[in-house]
Antibody, heavy 127, light 108 residues
Framework: QVTLRESGPALVKPTQTLTLTCTFS??????????VSWVRQPPGKALEWLAL???????YYSTSLKTRLTISKDTSKNQVVLTMTNMDPVDTATYYC???????????????????WGQGTLVTVSS | SYVLTQPPSVSVAPGQTARITCGGN??????VHWYQQKPGQAPVLVVY???DRPSGIPERFSGSNSGNTATLTISRVEAGDEADYYC???????????FGGGTKLTVL
């Protein structure tokens, strides 16, 4: 059974750095084709993809947030960490991590999907 | 950047068929995935690779993709299908995951 769980602060102040940890079980991030992604959802709004890290430690970031995001993995601990700098109230959202499966053609990602997702963690940015 | 367009809402009576569309430029050339999200819960994958169902997802959920439109079809709709539905693709030209804006399915 694959499970993921997000952890981190529920409240951060503007300009601070957010660090979130995704702890997972039931799969290994060293297995070819396995990835973990972060997705967020502001209250009442749509899903927004943030970042993806794959089994080979390749990293992909949302173009609009790339300068603020860092994703990393600790395969031995089955954890993926996301940091987001310079937090702002508009970053208030539920943050999800999800196992990500990819379809590859000649070493290039041509598709991916998220299954399953963690329960999510609500992060509020306020002074 | 690649954009996916979904209708904000779709309404259907119980037992009828709901069709939720996802529009994008030449989306038929991409693999489309669909998620169901009920209030207060995390999203759940219901269709991947245009038309495949993960284990545990009822056969009532099906998908298709051609031209500029992908469609999630829910047959014999039940009250428990009421949720937000999101389509998603990978845009290989920019190495970005793209989500649609979501569609709220209301069961009348």
């Amino acid at each position: 059974q694959v499970t993921l769980r997000e952890s981190g602060p529920a409240l951060v102040k503007p300009t601070q750095t957010l660090t979130l940890t995704c702890t997972f079980s039931g799969f290994s991030l060293s297995t070819s084709g396995m990835c973990v992604s972060w997705v967020r959802q502001p209250p009442g709004k749509a899903l927004e993809w943030l970042a993806l890290i794959d089994w080979d430690d390749d990293k992909y970031y949302s173009t609009s947030l790339k300068t603020r995001l860092t994703i990393s993995k600790d395969t031995s601990k089955n954890q993926v960490v996301l940091t987001m700098t310079n937090m702002d109230p508009v970053d208030t959202a539920t943050y999800y991590c999800a196992r990500t499966r990819v379809a590859m053609v000649r070493g290039v990602i041509v598709g991916n999907w998220f299954d399953p997702w963690g329960q999510g963690t609500l992060v509020t940015v306020s002074s | 950047s690649y954009v996916l367009t979904q209708p904000p809402s779709v309404s259907v009576a119980p037992g009828q068929t709901a069709r939720i569309t996802c529009g994008g430029n030449n989306i038929g050339s991409k693999s489309v995935h669909w998620y169901q999200q009920k209030p207060g819960q995390a999203p759940v994958l219901v269709v991947y690779d245009d038309s495949d169902r993960p284990s545990g997802i009822p056969e009532r959920f099906s998908g298709s993709n051609s031209g500029n439109t992908a469609t999630l079809t829910i047959s014999r709709v039940e009250a428990g299908d009421e949720a937000d539905y999101y389509c998603q693709v990978w845009d290989s030209s920019s190495d970005q995951v793209v989500f649609g804006g979501g569609t709220k399915l209301t069961v009348l």
